[in-house]
């Protein structure tokens, strides 16, 4: 089953806008993680943001975390092409003996020139 | 590249037949984890192993088994196979096993199911 869903399941912007994906999730967690995948390759680790931060920055992104809705975002700003991918966010659920990244369905990003 | 190696890349075989994935995680993790990912499905979590050992269960047939070997290689075996299994399944590695850091993935293997 998937912990997270992202929103939009899909975007198109135009190159230059900023993005904006998000995500919610249902079991308290311990971290959650933004992932982008080119099409039919491996996943890429873009950003970790631990249950104790609200506000995360690397480079053009942005991460929030709001724990009491459950739910993060993830602003791309100032988009290329390059940014084309699909992006997952991932929950590393609370209070497990072993753990595993739960992925949300994706949100497909279309940036055009 | 994330230092993740998964062989093969692509992988045709027929219903019926058991196929063997491997993975080699990036120097220094213990952690190996498992993901199939289909059209309908998503990214599902089968199984993970930390130093040799299964620490996690996820979404795994009784069809599939993997394993963790000393060298820290991990392999995932396929067997019975139908039209369904037909997916990329990636491996991914970690230093933690707890999932504090994040995880590296490889490129996949893809397998279709004849």
């Known amino acids: 089953s998937q912990q997270g869903e992202e929103d939009p399941q899909a975007l198109s912007i135009q190159e230059g806008e900023n993005a904006t994906m998000n995500c919610s999730y249902k079991?308290?967690?311990?971290?959650l993680q933004w992932y982008r995948q080119n099409s039919g390759r491996g996943l890429v680790h873009l950003i970790l943001?631990?249950?104790?931060?609200r506000e995360k920055h690397s480079g053009r992104l942005r991460v929030t975390l709001d724990t009491s809705k459950k739910s993060s975002s993830l602003l791309i700003t100032a988009s290329r092409a390059a940014d084309t991918a699909s992006y997952f966010c991932?929950?590393?659920?609370?209070?497990?003996?072993?753990?595993?990244?739960?992925f949300g369905t994706g949100t497909r990003l279309q940036v055009t020139l | 590249d994330s230092g993740v190696t998964q062989t093969p890349k692509h992988l045709i075989t027929a219903t019926g037949q058991r196929v063997t994935l491997r993975c080699s995680p990036r120097?220094?993790?213990?952690?190996v984890y498992w993901y199939q990912q289909s059209l309908d499905q998503g990214l599902q979590f089968l199984i993970q192993y930390y130093n040799g050992e299964e620490r996690a269960k996820g979404n795994i047939l009784e069809r599939f088994s993997a394993q963790q070997f000393p060298d820290l290689h991990s392999e995932l075996n396929l067997s019975s196979l139908e039209l369904g299994d037909s997916a990329l399944y990636f491996c991914?590695?970690?230093?933690?096993?707890?999932?504090?850091?994040?995880?590296?993935f490889g490129q996949g293997t893809r397998l279709t199911v004849v």
């Open positions: 943001i631990r249950s104790n931060e």
């Open positions: 991914a590695s970690s230093v933690h096993p707890e999932g504090e850091t994040e995880a590296f």
């Open positions: 120097s220094g993790d213990l952690s």
């Open positions: 991932a929950t590393d659920e609370e209070g497990g003996t072993a753990s595993k990244l739960t």
């Open positions: 079991t308290s967690i311990n971290n």
